[in-house]
């Protein structure tokens, strides 16, 4: 294959994902066919099973698509100057606007997140890890200014990921509305709490 | 009403309630129908409707019956003697165990509480803010003991138990599997320091 032959193929795959999230978002995942992708492109079925195996597959392109957005946007984060500590709070805040926004606010998108973690993808595990790694990225740059404190920074990054799942998961997003909860500042204040250095006040 | 006339009364309501949460457990709630509860309990689901006026009631009382179990248990720790550390971390652990019993191992249960998070019944909520309410307690305990810090005892509690989430929710419990997580004891040890005073050591 030529250089510019996959050039072609991969626009081709980008092409059939952006068409499919617009009918996922348009007509939910359920009664998206892959025939109604193929016909939007002008192209024949079996082009679009050429790249995709099956609308599973171009499912978890789209899942990727959307989470990788998020993972840019953390990145940028924690790749900005200043302090760790409104970095950190920046970080945590972004995911849980970029998740809602995504997911909750978008009912047809809900429906696909849901059967994503029903079937208990790689790409969701890929992602927590990701997302994770970020967190620990800025933590660690919070350690060396001496605003937090972690002797266990992979463990440190994982629990405030985990600490933060009523605010990052798109389920629990949605099911926290008229559920007692604690605003997401107070969340992150409170664990906070727990990366700050013992001997600092 | 006399007082035996209503004795009769709870106890047939009792007697509805554990042979529905016998047969949900045996066929699944979609699949039980008022009928067939009536028909173990040898009487008219006429009768049964006297005492709850939907499937859906029967449910939530059965939710109820669940979830106070777990009450019972978080109280009678919460009231036992001793330091107030080993006994939030005997709390925070027993919710998690007994949630993990009683609706991940059994699929059936598990569809059960699945509807009512979908249905956002109020019976979840009550039980939420009980719960927390208990974590409350022995946080308290802590505070009066100088083995916690908490200047906000209501939200150091809520934070506690939303920070939990991931050990507490029944859908949580159940994707966790495979998925990156801390253990329950190093997410109750990274809460600890959230809450532990900051002057201690």
Request: proline share 4%; aromatic share 6%; charged share 25%.
């Amino acid at each position: 294959m030529t250089l510019i032959s996959e050039h072609v193929e991969t626009d081709t795959r980008e092409k059939i994902l952006v068409v499919a999230e617009r009918l996922f978002r348009q007509m939910g995942y359920q009664k998206t066919t892959v025939a109604d992708i193929a016909k939007e492109l002008r192209m024949s079925p079996a082009n679009v099973y050429r790249f995709f195996d099956s609308k599973k597959s171009i499912h978890e392109g789209v899942a990727r698509t959307l989470m990788g957005e998020v993972e840019v946007e953390a990145r940028r984060i924690a790749a900005a100057p200043g302090p760790a500590k409104p970095r950190l709070r920046e970080l945590l805040t972004t995911i849980n606007r970029m998740n809602t926004e995504r997911y909750v606010g978008d009912s047809k998108l809900h429906e696909m997140v849901e059967i994503a973690m029903e079937e208990d993808w790689d790409v969701c595990v890929v992602h927590i890890e990701c997302v994770t790694g970020i967190i620990g990225q800025v933590i660690a740059q919070g350690v060396a200014s001496g605003e937090f404190e972690a002797p266990d920074l992979p463990l440190a990054a994982l629990c405030t990921c985990t600490g933060m799942i009523r605010f990052f998961h798109p389920q629990m997003i949605a099911q926290a509305v008229n559920k007692p909860s604690a605003t997401i500042d107070q969340m992150i204040d409170f664990l906070f709490r727990a990366l700050e250095p013992r001997k600092a006040n």
